[in-house]
């Protein structure tokens, strides 16, 4: 098993210019979820899903949208990236929990390093 | 103020000495508690994870959960040049819909040889 997968690793992009990043699990995870990572910030959500065809904004998802049209695939989308977006972004995955007494691990892919000039 | 806070560090520590690392919060909704390893370029990976108040240890790991101070730590023992990373501490409220963690900024230690 892969686990979880991010294309690409790096890029660099001018401002105003649009990107996808794609993520994909093989482990038939439902919930997915984007973070992107700051310094002196940690891990900030940016949009989740709880699964296929439904997605959900998150703490951060002002200049981002994102697609879930197969089950293994979430993408995040830029559609006129801004030197604010600078960042490493991160896809995870869980499996879903009902109810409470139980917590499911989320999984991390290896990110993203996006630089916007 | 932040929800989750964690001092940056760097720590620096000797190889072999005992380790902790510590994080605050504001939310007494929290329900579980988890600390992640981050090695340099690569994406978090789960260390432990705890419920209750409390300790927990899995081999070198103690994970302690304080709610009524509302502040959790994570001891290593014995640490190796390899424990060397960012840790972050994570937190999560399971009777929302979305289940997305809440992070501490994390705290990169290095264990010197």
């Known amino acids: 098993n892969a686990g979880v997968t991010q294309t690409p690793k790096f890029r660099v992009l001018k401002t105003g210019q649009s990107m996808t990043l794609l993520c994909a699990q093989d482990?038939?995870?439902?919930?997915m979820y984007w973070y992107r990572q700051d310094p002196g910030m940690g891990l900030r959500l940016i949009h989740y899903?709880?699964?296929?065809?439904?997605?959900a904004k998150g703490e951060v998802p002002d200049g981002y949208n994102v697609s879930r049209l197969k089950k293994q695939n979430f993408l995040l989308g830029l559609e006129s990236a801004a030197p604010s977006q600078t960042s490493v972004y991160f896809c995870?995955?869980?499996?879903?929990?009902?109810?409470?007494?139980?917590?499911?691990?989320?999984?991390f892919g290896p990110g993203t390093r996006l630089t916007v000039l | 103020q932040k929800e989750v806070e964690q001092d940056p560090g760097p720590l620096s520590v000797p190889e072999g000495a005992i380790v902790s690392l510590n994080c605050t919060y504001s939310?007494?909704?929290?329900?579980?508690f988890m600390w992640y390893r981050q090695y340099s370029r690569k994406g978090p990976e789960l260390l432990m994870y705890?419920?209750?108040?409390g300790n927990k240890e899995d081999g070198r790991f103690t994970a302690q959960v304080d709610k009524s101070s509302k502040y959790i730590s994570l001891f290593i023992r014995d640490s190796q040049p390899s424990d060397s990373a960012t840790y972050l501490c994570a937190m999560i409220v399971l009777d929302t819909g979305r289940r997305a963690l809440t992070f501490g900024s994390g705290t990169r230690l290095q264990v010197q040889p």
């Open positions: 995870a995955s869980s499996w879903v929990h009902h109810g409470l007494g139980g917590y499911n691990e989320q999984f």
């Open positions: 899903s709880v699964g296929e065809g439904t997605t």
């Open positions: 705890t419920y209750s108040s």
């Open positions: 939310n007494s909704a929290f329900q579980y």
């Open positions: 482990m038939n995870h439902e919930y």
